[in-house]
């Protein structure tokens, strides 16, 4: 049984470019979360989606978006990429509408230069 | 405020002793779960144990136990006999049933060292 998965493993953008993250989650599970990472600080969380829909937003601003497919499967968009977005951006699935516990992916390290 | 505080930035431990982690945390919701997360160097997150803020009996997983006292706010992680993979950081993270969604908040983590 596949756990998450996320692509890519790394990546390396420039500032003003913009960035997209995937997560295809556990099997059975219909609920995803994005958090970001910066390094020696805690995961932040960015947004969930449920019925490819956003159901949840934390503090982060508009370049932040998001989108969730039929199949569950969810990518993080971010434009106009400032410095400050370096970080490990996590994936994390749950079932049961997201009651369930979270289960988190590899994560994607983007570098911002 | 910050919701989940992990007071302990680094721990150290031999192989086959016991430790604890501490976390407290502060909700004004009656309903609410805790957990506790491992994050090797690789980066992953590994799901560790969970209480929910109704259950009575501390949740026990393997050598994982959380200390569950409510009415101290801490959920505070115990790991027995240590072993040197347990070497990682450790992250409480707190879930409340009032909002729309089930975001999780995590505090800032605990390092553990252990060695032989």
């Known amino acids: 049984d596949a756990g998450v998965t996320q692509s890519p493993t790394h990546l390396i953008k420039t500032r003003g470019q913009q960035v997209t993250l995937r997560c295809s989650p556990k099997?059975?599970?219909?609920?995803v979360s994005w958090y970001q990472q910066a390094l020696g600080q805690g995961p932040q969380f960015i947004f969930q989606?449920?019925?490819?829909?956003?159901?949840q937003r934390g503090n982060f601003p508009d370049r932040f978006s998001g989108h969730q497919f039929p199949n569950y499967s969810s990518e993080l968009n971010v434009n106009a990429l400032l410095l400050g977005d370096s970080a490990l951006y996590l994936c994390a699935s749950s079932g049961g509408g997201g009651l369930e516990t979270q289960y988190f992916g590899p994560g994607t390290r983007l570098l911002v230069l | 405020a910050q919701k989940i505080t992990q007071t302990q930035p680094g721990m150290f431990v031999q192989e086959k002793e016991a430790v604890t982690l501490d976390c407290t945390y502060d909700t004004s919701d009656q309903s609410y779960g805790l957990f506790w997360y491992k994050q090797p160097s690789s980066g992953e997150m590994i799901f560790l144990i969970y209480q929910g803020s109704y259950d009575e009996q501390n949740a026990t997983e393997g050598r994982y136990s959380l200390n569950f006292q409510k009415a101290r706010k801490s959920a505070n992680l115990v790991i027995s006999a240590s072993q040197l993979g347990d070497s990682a950081m450790y992250f409480c993270?707190?879930?409340?049933?009032?909002?729309?969604?089930?975001?999780?908040?995590f505090g800032k983590g605990t390092t553990l060292s252990v060695s032989s």
């Open positions: 993270a707190m879930r409340e049933y009032n909002q729309a969604g089930t975001a999780l908040i």
């Open positions: 099997s059975g599970h219909d609920t």
């Open positions: 989606y449920y019925e490819e829909e956003e159901r």
